[in-house]
């Protein structure tokens, strides 16, 4: 949509985004947004005239989405955390959209993925370090990561939801592949290699009911021991994981599909309803049931497990 100055800022506010202050913007201020959903993710494109903006430090409580920008045509200086990215065509960035945030850019066009924090599972440590520092979109994963993020906010239209949440998954990975290359010298243990190797693994596999701890272990070559000794120092265990994460695609899939849930359950690997009714419950603090009637999920803030303890089963589990 192109529209001026406060009808940009309106459609910047329903796409997500927090309110920007543009030094620049002017009575001939036009602007573009364009939003489109892949499962979790959130893409939105913006087309702008020249623009000097900034974002102002927000509540952590609204932290809950990470943004990473990809450049589409021409060129923005970005500050934000102790980064500062001179960014042209194709280039990337990650971004915290609680942090305070200054930019400088000609007429630009470019692309904003949301990503649900959870979903990159990068630590806190390592976002610090990551914050507004520039990626490369020219080679390697940075270049595949832009040439997707440009395509998929041009193209994700027309997904049935199983297959959104699979490309989203996809992207989530890719992302995580081109952020883990741009810590350089940082890189992580052999052991943090592999343990992320792993949890990539899991999360391309969750509707396979054979998914297991004995089989990844076969698959990575290495012991089932060895394989819960990656995992020990971790929130949740293997097992532990595979059951959250499908937990979630379950509530993903049931919000909106019109499919049962029984059907839901066991595409994702729930063969008994019973026990995936008590779970998700124990969980969410609703019913399955209740989501799919209510549609409560999109506007309710849920009750989610805390490390240690996965639908309602107290301790680690293995």
């Known amino acids: 949509m192109i529209g001026n100055l406060e009808t940009f800022q309106d459609e910047l506010a329903a796409s997500g985004f927090p309110p920007l202050v543009n030094k620049l913007a002017g009575p001939g201020f036009r602007g573009r947004v364009a939003t489109r959903d892949l499962g979790p993710l959130r893409l939105v494109s913006l087309d702008t005239p020249e623009s000097a903006c900034i974002l102002r430090e927000r509540d952590a409580s609204d932290g ?11 060129r923005t200086r970005i500050e934000q955390g102790r980064g500062e990215a001179e960014l042209g065509p194709a280039d990337l960035v990650l971004l915290d959209p609680t942090r305070t945030l200054r930019f400088e850019s000609t007429a630009a066009a470019h692309v904003t993925v949301l990503v649900p924090r959870r979903e990159l599972r990068i630590r806190n440590a390592q ?44 992207v989530v990975e890719l992302l995580a592949v081109a952020l883990e290359a741009r810590l350089g010298d940082g890189q992580p243990a052999p052991d943090e290699r592999l343990r992320d190797r792993i949890t990539g693994y899991i999360e391309a596999r969750l509707a396979d009911p054979e998914l297991s701890p004995p089989g990844i272990a076969a698959a990575h070559h290495i012991s089932v021991r060895r394989l819960h000794k990656l995992f020990e120092d971790q929130p949740l265990t293997v097992a532990a994981l595979i059951r959250r994460r499908r937990l979630e695609r379950c509530r993903a899939e049931l919000t909106g599909s019109g499919r049962t849930v029984t059907a839901v359950a066991a595409r994702w690997g729930f063969s008994d309803p019973t026990h995936f009714s008590k779970l998700f419950k124990a969980t969410y603090g609703y019913t399955a049931r209740a989501l799919v ?24 589990q293995q």
């Open 293 to 316: 009637t209510s549609n409560r999920a999109p506007t309710t803030k849920t009750r989610t497990a805390g490390p240690g303890k996965d639908g309602g089963d107290q301790g680690r």
């Open 127 to 170: 976002i610090d370090r990551l914050i507004g520092v520039r990626i490369d979109g020219s080679h390697g994963p940075g270049a595949l990561v832009s040439v997707l993020a440009r395509e998929s906010a041009r193209s994700a239209t027309g997904f049935r939801e199983a297959e959104a949440l699979r490309s989203a998954a996809a």
């Open 64 to 74: 809950e989405h990470l943004a990473v920008k990809v450049m589409t045509r021409g």
